[in-house]
């Protein structure tokens, strides 16, 4: 199955994705920080809200370059992170790859512009780079959930309701990153502000969330195939569960019936309290969604045993025997090929 580092490199590719999406989206549509001269003569993050914003699409770009470091070591040879940038032929590890470095290169200049007096990075320069950024960030949040349909073998992970389950997940822990810096910074008008708005968007993903999750096991439940019939009983029973009913109350559950809470306050210090508690109930069920949904694909041997039938069948590009016949056949693929360390 995929290794520990990939893992982790699904969760902090998506979650700092998301949260670069959520920052560019904040300051195009509502904020509107300046930039440039203006901003260079009043200094640096005069304002908590620009400070939060500031801090949080740090904390999303480290989250991504981290990521990145991650899927590094689990290739184990630079060499492979770097063909996936120019080794023909174009596939979707080539994509997912420009992505990511195209994502890290616009998002480190949007930090620099926070976080340094820059007067010629003029307000319409920064839109373009946020713009830009949340492009990218989109295509890398939903590259993270077709990451595991690309990887041929486990039909489990090839139902549509993983993908938009990764999507929906790293938007909601994206949102979390800034609700849970609000702890790091003076709470004004215009904070509280932006965080009942991220609350009440955050509740929306949520309940979607929810109902994809319950649409994944339904469209598992009705399948005949007995890989994903397999990939179900980890799920809800096997391995994976311990992880599959942490994601079901860290990222689902909890978090909604405390945004609820939070939005319903009249208490502007309970419903900052209950927007950090909700932010990191989600940040743990996102890990646990990531880890539940590969342990539950671990199974290859009846992937590539049985048929959709459940009849036998001989397995996928056999080696040869102990006689040496059928040598000529057969071609084991390079380490190269693979995206991921295989354990």
């Not at 440039?36 to 904390?59: D, F, K, T």
């Not at 979707?92 to 616009?106: D, E, H, P, Q, T």
Request: charged share 10%; hydrophobic share 60%.
């Amino acid at each position: 199955m995929l290794g520990e580092l990939a893992i982790v490199y699904l969760f902090l590719g998506g979650a700092g994705a998301g949260a670069l999406l959520v920052c560019a989206l904040v300051d195009l549509l509502w904020l509107h920080e300046p930039f440039g001269i203006e901003r260079a003569a009043r200094g640096l993050s005069h304002w908590p809200v620009e400070r939060l914003l500031g801090l949080a699409l740090l904390a999303g770009w480290l989250m991504v370059a981290c990521g990145v470091v991650c899927l590094a070591f689990d290739l184990g040879r630079i060499d492979r992170l770097i063909s996936l940038l120019i080794s023909p032929p174009v596939s979707l590890m080539n994509w997912g790859a420009w992505g990511l470095a195209l994502l890290l290169a616009v998002g480190g200049a949007l930090v620099a512009v926070r976080f340094l007096c820059l007067p010629w990075a003029a307000r319409g320069l920064v839109t373009a780079l946020e713009v830009l950024a949340a492009a990218l960030a989109l295509f890398v949040v939903a590259y993270t959930g077709f990451l595991l349909q690309a990887l041929a073998g486990v039909r489990f992970w090839g139902l549509w309701p993983v993908v938009l389950l990764f999507v929906l997940s790293a938007l909601s822990c994206g949102i979390a990153v800034p609700l849970l810096l609000c702890a790091v910074v003076p709470s004004d008008e215009v904070v509280e502000s932006l965080s009942g708005g991220l609350l009440r968007v955050d509740f929306a993903v949520i309940v979607t969330e929810s109902l994809t999750a319950a649409v994944l096991v339904a469209v598992a439940a009705a399948s005949d195939h007995p890989g994903i019939q397999t990939s179900l009983s980890l799920l809800l029973r096997g391995d994976a569960a311990l992880w599959w009913w942490a994601f079901a109350a860290c990222g689902l559950v909890i978090p909604a019936a405390v945004e609820l809470l939070a939005l319903c306050s009249s208490s502007g210090e309970t419903a900052r309290r209950a927007a950090l508690c909700a932010a990191a109930v989600i940040l743990a069920g996102g890990v646990s969604l990531r880890i539940a949904i590969v342990d539950a694909g671990a199974f290859r041997a009846l992937e590539l045993g049985a048929s959709p039938q459940g009849e036998a069948v001989a397995p996928v590009a056999p080696g040869p025997d102990s006689s040496g016949e059928g040598a000529a056949d057969y071609e084991p693929k390079p380490a190269d090929a693979f995206p991921f360390s295989l354990q």
